[in-house]
C-alpha cells in the first residue's frame, strides 16, 4: 500500500519541490529530512574500532603528557642559576631518560642530564638543548640568552583528566586509534554498522566469470558499488542480478528492504518500457523524487520501503559512481552516525581544456588535477564524457563541477574541483 509521509505531503506543497527535474542541492536537503542515524551500540578492541564511528565520547582517564617532560636532549636546570650575559657551570647530578627519571632532585648549582620525553625532575623548571651546553668531567658549561620554562612540555598541556579526547560521532582513523591507545584505553563504544542491500536490474546483464551472449554485458556496478560502500564502513549485502521481471524485482525489494537499513539498486529507474523500479516502487513504499537536474545521474530515485531508505542509481556506470558520490555517500554517513560529515574537499583551480555545457542542470565532469613543476595546480577533463564510459572515472581524481547556469568553459577559466579518493 502505497501511505504518504507527513514530510512527503509538506514537499509536495512547497513551491520549488518538482520531483521530476529537483535541483542538486535542494535533492541532498530533502534526503536529509529522512535521515536518522543508527542507535545500536557495540564495544569493540581498539584495533577493531577502525573505520567504524564512535558512540560515545573518549574521555580521556588520565593527563596527557603525564608529567612535565623535556621537549629536547639536553640539560634540566634552574634558571636562577643561569646568567642572561655570561656562562655559568654546573655540576651534573645525575640523568633522566625517557622510562628511567632522576629519583632525587635538582638543588642549586646543579644540573640534570635530560632526554626526548624524561621527566623534568624536582627543582628544576628550564631544559637547554645539548647544542647549547658543553660537558666535561661531570660539569656542564652554559650560556645565556635562556627563558624560563623553555624546552619543557606540562604534565595535561595535550589533554587535562576527564576531558573528552575524541567525540562521539568521529569517525575512528589511524591517528583516533592512536589517540585512544594513548589514553591506555583497549576498548571503545562504536556504532553498529550500517546494512546495505544492493542488487543489479537489466535483462542484458551477466555476471563476470560467463561467456557474453549478443546483446549482454557484464554487471560492473555492483563492482562499483561494493567498492565505495566497503570504503564508507557498510555492512554489504550483495543481492546480484535481478531480470526485468516485475514478481522478482518486488520480491527482490521485500526481501532487501527487511534486512537491510538501506536498498541500493542499479538500472531500471530510466524511462523504458523494462524499467519497472519507480512503479514497483511507488507500491511498496513511497518515492520521494525521480529525476535531478544533473549530468551525468539525471534519473535517481530516493524514497522509503518500510523504514529502508531506497536509493535507484541510474544504470549507466559513470552516473552510478557520480549520483553514489553526490548523494549516497553523505547519507550514509549521516546514517551510520557521524557527525558532522566532512565535506569533500573542494576548490577553484583553472581548467586547462575547454568544456561543453549547456546551461540547466548541474554536471559533474570527470577531471585529472595535476601539479606542474612550479607547484601550480590545474585540472583537464578525461577524454570522452559519456555516461556509460567507466574509464573517465578510472583515470580522474576529482569531479569539476559546472554549476546549473554555467555555460561553455575556455581553457584557463577558473573551475570547481571536488576530490573523489575517499570513496573511490
Ligand atoms: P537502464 O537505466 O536500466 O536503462 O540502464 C542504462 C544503461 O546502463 C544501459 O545501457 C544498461 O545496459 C547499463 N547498465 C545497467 N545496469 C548495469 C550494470 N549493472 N553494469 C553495467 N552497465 C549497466
Ligand atoms: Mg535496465
Given at each position: 500500500?502505497n501511505?504518504?509521509?507527513?514530510?512527503?505531503?509538506?514537499?509536495?506543497?512547497?513551491?520549488?519541490y518538482?520531483?521530476?527535474?529537483?535541483?542538486?542541492?535542494?535533492?541532498?536537503?530533502?534526503?536529509?529530512?529522512?535521515?536518522?542515524?543508527?542507535?545500536?551500540?557495540?564495544?569493540?578492541?581498539?584495533?577493531?574500532?577502525?573505520?567504524?564511528?564512535?558512540?560515545e565520547?573518549?574521555?580521556?582517564?588520565?593527563?596527557?603528557?603525564?608529567?612535565?617532560?623535556?621537549?629536547?636532549?639536553?640539560?634540566?636546570v634552574?634558571?636562577?642559576?643561569?646568567?642572561?650575559?655570561?656562562?655559568?657551570?654546573?655540576?651534573?647530578?645525575?640523568?633522566?631518560?625517557?622510562g628511567v627519571?632522576?629519583?632525587?632532585?635538582?638543588?642549586?648549582g646543579?644540573?640534570?642530564?635530560?632526554?626526548?620525553?624524561?621527566?623534568?625532575?624536582?627543582?628544576?623548571?628550564?631544559?637547554?638543548?645539548?647544542?647549547?651546553?658543553?660537558?666535561?668531567?661531570?660539569q656542564?658549561?652554559?650560556?645565556?640568552?635562556?627563558?624560563?620554562?623553555?624546552?619543557?612540555?606540562?604534565?595535561?598541556?595535550?589533554l587535562?583528566?576527564?576531558?573528552?579526547?575524541?567525540?562521539?560521532?568521529?569517525?575512528?582513523?589511524?591517528?583516533?586509534?592512536?589517540l585512544?591507545?594513548?589514553?591506555?584505553?583497549?576498548?571503545?563504544?562504536?556504532?553498529r554498522?550500517?546494512?546495505?542491500?544492493?542488487?543489479?536490474?537489466?535483462?542484458?546483464?551477466?555476471?563476470?566469470?560467463l561467456?557474453?551472449?549478443?546483446?549482454?554485458?557484464?554487471?560492473?556496478?555492483?563492482?562499483?558499488?561494493?567498492?565505495m560502500?566497503?570504503?564508507?564502513?557498510?555492512?554489504?549485502?550483495?543481492?546480484?542480478?535481478?531480470?526485468?521481471?516485475?514478481?522478482?524485482?518486488?520480491?527482490?525489494?521485500?526481501?532487501?528492504?527487511?534486512?537491510?537499513d538501506?536498498?541500493?539498486?542499479s538500472?531500471?529507474?530510466?524511462?523504458?518500457?523494462?524499467?519497472?523500479v519507480?512503479?514497483?516502487l511507488?507500491?511498496?513504499?513511497?518515492?520521494?523524487?525521480w529525476?535531478?537536474?544533473?549530468?551525468?545521474?539525471?534519473p535517481?530515485?530516493?524514497g522509503?520501503?518500510?523504514?529502508?531508505?531506497?536509493?535507484?542509481?541510474?544504470?549507466?556506470?559513470?552516473?552510478?559512481?557520480?549520483?553514489?558520490y553526490?548523494?549516497?555517500?553523505?547519507?550514509?554517513?549521516?546514517?551510520?552516525?557521524?557527525?558532522?560529515?566532512?565535506?569533500?574537499?573542494?576548490?577553484k583551480?583553472?581548467?586547462?581544456?575547454?568544456?561543453?555545457?549547456?546551461?540547466?542542470?548541474?554536471?559533474?565532469?570527470r577531471?585529472?588535477?595535476?601539479?606542474?613543476?612550479?607547484?601550480?595546480?590545474?585540472?583537464?577533463?578525461?577524454?570522452?564524457?559519456?555516461?556509460?564510459?567507466?574509464?573517465?572515472?578510472?583515470?580522474?581524481?576529482?569531479?569539476?563541477?559546472l554549476p546549473?547556469?554555467?555555460?561553455?568553459?575556455t581553457?584557463?577559466?577558473?573551475?570547481?574541483?571536488q576530490?573523489?579518493?575517499?570513496?573511490?
Open positions: 500500500m501511505t504518504v509521509s507527513p514530510t512527503l505531503q509538506a514537499l509536495s506543497c512547497a513551491d520549488d518538482d520531483p521530476n527535474s529537483i535541483p542538486v542541492p535542494k535533492a541532498r536537503e530533502v534526503i536529509a529530512r529522512f535521515l536518522s542515524p543508527v542507535s545500536t551500540m557495540e564495544r569493540v578492541a581498539v584495533r577493531a574500532a577502525l573505520g567504524r564511528v564512535l558512540a565520547d573518549v574521555v580521556s582517564p588520565v593527563d596527557v603528557p603525564s608529567h612535565d617532560n623535556s621537549a629536547m636532549d639536553g640539560y634540566a634552574r634558571f636562577a642559576d643561569l646568567k642572561q650575559d655570561g656562562k655559568v657551570t654546573l655540576k651534573v647530578a645525575g640523568s633522566s631518560f625517557a627519571p632522576f629519583a632525587g632532585s635538582v638543588s642549586a646543579q644540573a640534570v642530564r635530560i632526554m626526548t620525553g624524561g621527566v623534568v625532575p624536582e627543582g628544576a623548571d628550564t631544559i637547554v638543548m645539548q647544542e647549547h651546553a658543553e660537558a666535561k668531567d661531570g656542564v658549561s652554559i650560556g645565556g640568552g635562556h627563558r624560563q620554562g623553555q624546552n619543557l612540555r606540562r604534565a595535561g598541556e595535550d587535562k583528566q576527564g576531558q573528552p579526547a575524541l567525540r562521539r560521532g568521529q569517525p575512528v582513523r589511524p591517528a583516533e586509534i592512536g585512544i591507545a594513548s589514553l591506555g584505553i583497549a576498548e571503545v563504544s562504536v556504532y554498522k550500517l546494512r546495505v542491500a544492493f542488487f543489479s536490474t537489466g535483462d542484458e546483464l551477466v555476471s563476470v566469470g561467456p557474453l551472449a549478443a546483446g549482454q554485458i557484464y554487471d560492473s556496478n555492483r563492482y562499483t558499488i561494493y567498492g560502500l566497503t570504503r564508507l564502513g557498510c555492512e554489504v549485502i550483495d543481492m546480484g542480478v535481478i531480470r526485468d521481471d516485475p514478481k522478482l524485482l518486488e520480491a527482490a525489494f521485500r526481501e532487501a528492504a527487511s534486512i537491510a538501506v536498498v541500493i539498486t538500472g531500471g529507474v530510466s524511462v523504458g518500457e523494462a524499467d519497472f519507480k512503479e514497483l511507488n507500491q511498496l513504499g513511497e518515492v520521494v523524487f529525476k535531478i537536474a544533473m549530468k551525468p545521474g539525471r535517481l530515485a530516493y522509503k520501503i518500510g523504514d529502508a531508505h531506497f536509493f535507484g542509481l541510474p544504470g549507466n556506470p559513470v552516473s552510478v559512481m557520480v549520483t553514489f553526490q548523494f549516497v555517500r553523505d547519507a550514509l554517513l549521516k546514517l551510520s552516525g557521524r557527525d558532522p560529515i566532512d565535506p569533500l574537499p573542494a576548490f583551480v583553472p581548467c586547462t581544456s575547454s568544456l561543453k555545457k549547456a546551461p540547466g542542470r548541474t554536471e559533474f565532469q577531471g585529472i588535477l595535476t601539479r606542474d613543476d612550479a607547484g601550480n595546480l590545474s585540472v583537464r577533463v578525461t577524454g570522452e564524457q559519456g555516461s556509460g564510459i567507466l574509464r573517465s572515472m578510472s583515470e580522474a581524481n576529482c569531479f569539476i563541477i546549473t547556469d554555467q555555460g561553455n568553459v581553457p584557463g577559466t577558473l573551475v570547481e574541483v576530490a573523489m579518493e575517499s570513496v573511490i
